[in-house]
């Protein structure tokens, strides 16, 4: 069964300032595709930045930015400029086609003003 | 254009009991999955609905059941409730088959299982 691994329950990060968070998967798959989401504590869980497995180029969506190492089955998050409201739990999240999704179990990120 | 609908956002149920959640999806999505969510967990997959049908199933047993309607809209009905049934359950809609596939989540259903 596919997993997925986040190492980091907690991070914390001063505002304005860059931060990663960690995330490997298990799978044997070689199409798929990987998310990273976003919940605050409203609990709506809202989606991040998504990265296609057959695609090279990492993806980026404005501050946010993904470091896809495909044979090292990791995926990691990349925040720059670390706003008040990016303060949430993280979820990494791995897709097989037909849809199933398969969760992390979370980085809670706080940001020091 | 109204996102992924949950009811209701908070439930207190007794072991034993039954309940259903509802869910309505973004405009335009045709599929529907759930999630449960137990404290300082990760979402596990329950099970999605397709054209009223259930299409995938992940590892929760028979108590667990549900419904799509034509409208597209879905219920997660949970049988003889046990304390571990206590979480935050999570719909997620999505358009079946295309490729970029993303789900959207509702707000969820806080249920407490007493």
């Known amino acids: 069964a596919q997993t997925v691994t986040q190492s980091q329950p907690e991070m914390s990060v001063q505002e304005a300032e860059t931060v990663t968070l960690s995330c490997t998967y298990d799978?044997?798959?070689?199409?798929?595709?990987l998310f990273w989401y976003k919940q605050p504590p409203s609990r709506q869980m809202i989606l991040v930045i998504r990265?296609?497995?057959?695609?090279?180029q990492n993806a980026t969506e404005n501050r946010f930015s993904v470091n896809f190492q495909k044979a090292a089955k990791s995926f990691s998050l990349k925040i720059s400029d670390s706003q008040l409201g990016d303060a949430a739990m993280y979820f990494c999240?791995?897709?097989?086609?037909?849809?199933?999704?398969?969760f992390g179990t979370g980085t809670s990120l706080t940001v020091i003003p | 254009d109204a996102g992924v609908t949950q009811s209701p956002t908070h439930l207190i149920k007794t072991r034993g009991q039954q309940v259903t959640l509802r869910c309505s999806p973004k405009?335009?999505?045709?599929?529907v999955s759930w999630y449960q969510q137990a404290l300082g967990q990760g979402p596990q997959f329950i099970f999605q609905?397709?054209?009223?049908?259930?299409?995938q199933r992940g590892n929760f047993p028979d108590r667990f059941s549900g419904h799509q309607f034509p409208n597209y809209s879905s219920e997660l009905n949970v049988n003889a409730l046990l304390l571990g049934d206590s979480a935050l359950y999570l719909c997620?809609?999505?358009?079946?088959?295309?490729?970029?596939?993303?789900?959207?989540f509702g707000a969820g259903t806080r249920l407490s299982v007493l």
């Open positions: 609905y397709y054209e009223e049908e259930e299409r």
């Open positions: 405009s335009g999505h045709d599929t």
């Open positions: 799978t044997s798959e070689s199409d798929y595709y």
């Open positions: 990265q296609e497995a057959y695609k090279q």
């Open positions: 997620a809609s999505s358009l079946f088959g295309t490729e970029k596939n993303i789900q959207y």
């Open positions: 999240a791995y897709r097989r086609l037909g849809n199933q999704f398969y």
